[in-house]
């Protein structure tokens, strides 16, 4: 079955720099593909979107790129804050073929330092 | 425009038991997905609800069953309840037409003794 994995945490930064969370998939269909945050104490919340290959999703300075011939969806930011710090999880969602389920990797947490 | 919400937030129960957590949509969106978080994984996809139907299952028993009702609120219902029953569980709510983009609510952490 469809599938989503990530590199695992925790990731410790410090405060400006570069940040990369890998994610690859697996899916028998056209996913789309998406990343979620989950703060401290809060809901997950969509963080950005991918529709379709070659799509680049981007949202608060984040971004990540459909790439379809390597099947990955890597979330970058350049200079991260204190308050990027989250619990990051990249997902898929199959609509044509399972009813926009959405299927997670397993998070990868991300501390930041000032 | 009101967020979806949950309730409630915390819950202890005893094994064997049975559960029942509620959700409400956020305005606007026809369609309730419920996942369970275990501590440190990714959510895992229970069902969603569509016009008060199941659309979709995941891996889950028998045991845990669902409603939506004509507001689009929603519950959930687990029988029977197992220790590995312990959990964040969440409500997301979305519509039908963009179902991959969905608005969770902060969740009901069951603890099963």
């Known amino acids: 079955g469809d599938s989503v994995t990530q590199m695992e945490g925790p990731v410790t930064l410090s405060e400006e720099a570069f940040l990369t969370i890998n994610c690859t998939y697996t899916?028998?269909?056209?996913?789309?593909l998406f990343w979620y945050v989950q703060y401290p104490g809060e809901g997950l919340q969509l963080l950005l979107k991918a529709t379709k290959a070659d799509d680049k999703g981007s949202n608060k300075g984040f971004e990540a790129t459909y790439r379809k011939e390597t099947t990955s969806f890597h979330l970058e930011k350049g200079s991260v804050q204190v308050s990027d710090s989250a619990v990051y999880f990249c997902?898929?969602?199959?609509?044509?073929?399972?009813?926009?389920?959405?299927?997670f990797g397993q998070g990868t947490e991300l501390s930041v330092k000032p | 425009e009101t967020g979806v919400t949950q309730s409630p937030t915390h819950l202890i129960k005893t094994r064997g038991q049975q559960v029942t957590l509620r959700c409400s949509s956020q305005s606007g969106h026809n369609t309730v997905s419920w996942y369970q978080q275990a501590l440190g994984q990714g959510p895992q996809f229970i069902f969603q609800y569509y016009r008060e139907e199941e659309n979709g299952r995941g891996n889950f028993p028998p045991r845990f069953s669902g409603l939506q009702f004509p507001n689009y609120s929603s519950e959930l219902n687990v029988n029977a309840l197992e220790l590995d029953d312990s959990a964040l569980y969440l409500c997301a709510s979305s519509n039908r037409d963009r179902a991959g983009e969905q608005y969770f609510g902060p969740g009901t952490r069951l603890t099963v003794t």
């Open positions: 899916a028998t269909g056209y996913p789309s």
């Open positions: 997902a898929l969602s199959d609509s044509k073929n399972q009813g926009g389920k959405l299927i």
